[in-house]
C-alpha cells in the first residue's frame, strides 16, 4: 500500500480535546478523527488495526464452535419494556421514530433479542447446546462522552450467548470461553485480569470481569504486591487485623461537640426487605454496600431516605445514632467494632456527640461481619503480601444466567421427557473498540505507538529517503515486492518530503518494522528498525526476507 494513496492526516501538535495518551496518539497518528461529541470516524489505518483485532476474537470464538450472526441495531422502544436491562439503561438510549411515528431504539445490547430469537426457533434439546457471537455497533448516549471511544456514544462490542439443556454443558461452555478470552487478549498483546465480579440484576450468576490497569480507568481494582491477588475493590477482602481494648466502659455523656473531638464510629440507615437496618463501622471506615448485599443474599437493600431517618431517630440534623435504637431496628456491625470501648458518635441532636459508647449497653448487636472496604496497606487474607489500590477499565465481562431468569424470558426448550425446561444462558462480552485504545494505551510512550505484531496496521514501513532517486526507488520496489510475495502486509511512503517528516510519521503510526532505504541504495544495503525495541541493523536486500522471519519470530 503507497502512502500517497492513504488518508493518514498525522499531527505534530497534540490535540486539545484528547486526555489520555492513546486518544492523544490515535489522533496525532490519523488513525482516528471526532465527528462529534462522542462520536468518531475510524480512519483507514484504524480500520485495519479493528479488522485484525476482531479476528483473532472470530478465530477464537469458531475454534469452540461458535455461529457469527448480526442483530439488527434498530429495536422496537416497547422492546425491553419489561426487562431490568431497559430500566438500567433508559437513561442512555438513543430514541428514534419512523415515518409513522412508531418509536425505534438504537439498541444498547442484544440480549433479549438474542433471547427470544433462540426461544422462538430452538424448541428441543436436540439442537442444544447452541453458542451464537456478533461483532457489531453499540449506542449509548452519555452524558459526557470522554478518552475516545472508551466512553463514547458508538462502540464496536462482541456478543456471546450459548444455550444448554443442563448445568454440565453450561459449566464446559463457561470455561471454554473463559480460556478463548485469555487466549485473545494475550495475542492482541494486552496485560489484564480476569477477577470475580458481581452485578445487581437479579438472576446473574458467576460473573467475571476482564479489567486493565488503566490511569483514567472508572473502576478500582485491589491488588497484591506481588500480584498474587487480585479483586474489585468492592468485592475485596483483607486480613483482620484487630486489637481488643483493654479499656473499661465508662459512663454515657451526651456533651457539645467541640472543634478537637472527633467521632470513632458512624452509622448508616438501609432497609433490607423493608426492614430498617442499621450498619455501624469505624469512622476511618468506608462502607461496603456490596459486602452488605452479600450478607442478605436475595434480598433488596436500600438506603433510607432523609424523612425515613427522621421518623425513625427524631433526628432533625438527618444523623442516625445507634445509641438507643429502636428495638424494632436490626443493627449489624463491622467486625473491627467488636475491639472497641468507649466510642464516640453523633447524638440525635445537632452540634452533640455522645461519648462512651459501648455494646451491648447502649445498643445490642445482632451480628458482626467485614462490611468495610479494603484500604491501601491492609493484609491479604493469608498475611503475607500488603495490598494497594489501583484504577482500572473493564474491557467486558462474562456471567451464566439463573434458571428463575430464563423462566422470567420463557426462555425454554422441550427435553427428553417431553416437558418444558429453562434454558441455561451464558454471556460474554468484549469492548473491542476499547481493546484498541488500550492496546494503545500499553504499547506506547509520549511520541509514538508500538503496535504488537498481531495487531499492526501494517507488518512493516518501508520509508526511501529519496523516492524519486532511481536508485532508491529500484530498490524500493524490488523490497516491497519481495515482501508482500512474502506475505508481508507494507506500507511504502512513497511521499515527497523530508526525511524527519517521513521518521517521525512512521514513529506516530507505529508499525513494527520500518525499513529504510538511503544513500547505500546502490549497494543494495537496507536499514531495518525495530520499532519497539529502537534497534538497528543494515543488510542486503538478499537477506531481508530470511532476517525479517528471525526477527518477527524472536519478537512474538
Sequence with gaps: MKQSHLLVPTLRETPSEADVRSHQLLVRAGYIRQIATGVYAYLPLAQRVMKKITAIIKDELDAIGANEMQMPNILPMDYWQDDACRRLCTSSLFEVSDRNQRQYMLAPSQEKAFIELVRNEVQSYRKLPLKLYQVQMKYRDEKKPKFGFLYSREFLMTDFYSFHAGAVSLEQTYQQVESSIKTILARCGLTYHLVLGHTNRVGIEKVKELMALASFGDEQLCLSDQGT??????????????????????????????????????????????????????????????????????????????????????????????????????????????????????????????????????????????????????????????????????????????????????????????????????????????????????????NKIQWPNTVAPFDAHVVPIDYQDSDQQQLTDEIVEQMEQAEYEVLLDDRVERAGVKFADADLIGCPIRITIGKKAKEGIVEIKLHQSGDSLEIRKEELVATLAILTHTNE
Design 229 to 446: 491477588y487480585v479483586a474489585t475493590l468492592d468485592l475485596a477482602e483483607a486480613k483482620y487485623q484487630g486489637k481488643t481494648s483493654d479499656q473499661p466502659p465508662l459512663p454515657l455523656e451526651k456533651v457539645a461537640q467541640t472543634a478537637d473531638q472527633e467521632i470513632t464510629i458512624r452509622s448508616y440507615l438501609y432497609f433490607v426487605d423493608e426492614q430498617p437496618t442499621l450498619i455501624v463501622l469505624r469512622a476511618s471506615d468506608q462502607l461496603n454496600l456490596e459486602k452488605v448485599k452479600l450478607f442478605y443474599p436475595e434480598k433488596q437493600v436500600i438506603p433510607a431516605s432523609k424523612e425515613q431517618k427522621q421518623l425513625y431517630f427524631d433526628a432533625t440534623n438527618g444523623v442516625v445514632t445507634p445509641v438507643h435504637s429502636s428495638p424494632e431496628i436490626t443493627v449489624i456491625a463491622d467486625t473491627y467494632l467488636q475491639d472497641l470501648t468507649n466510642m464516640t458518635c453523633y447524638a440525635d441532636e445537632e452540634g452533640y456527640l455522645y461519648l462512651n459508647v459501648n455494646s451491648p449497653r447502649d445498643f445490642h448487636i445482632s451480628s458482626y461481619s467485614d462490611f468495610r472496604m479494603v484500604q491501601e496497606g491492609d493484609l491479604m487474607l493469608d498475611g503475607e503480601e500488603t495490598l494497594r489500590i489501583e484504577k482500572g477499565l473493564k474491557i467486558g465481562h462474562m456471567m451464566t444466567m439463573s434458571k428463575e431468569y430464563s423462566q422470567a424470558l420463557s426462555a425454554q426448550f422441550i427435553d427428553e421427557t417431553g416437558q418444558a425446561v429453562p434454558t441455561r444462558i451464558c454471556y460474554c462480552s468484549i469492548g473491542v473498540s476499547r481493546l484498541l485504545s488500550l492496546i494503545v494505551e500499553q504499547h506506547c510512550d509520549e
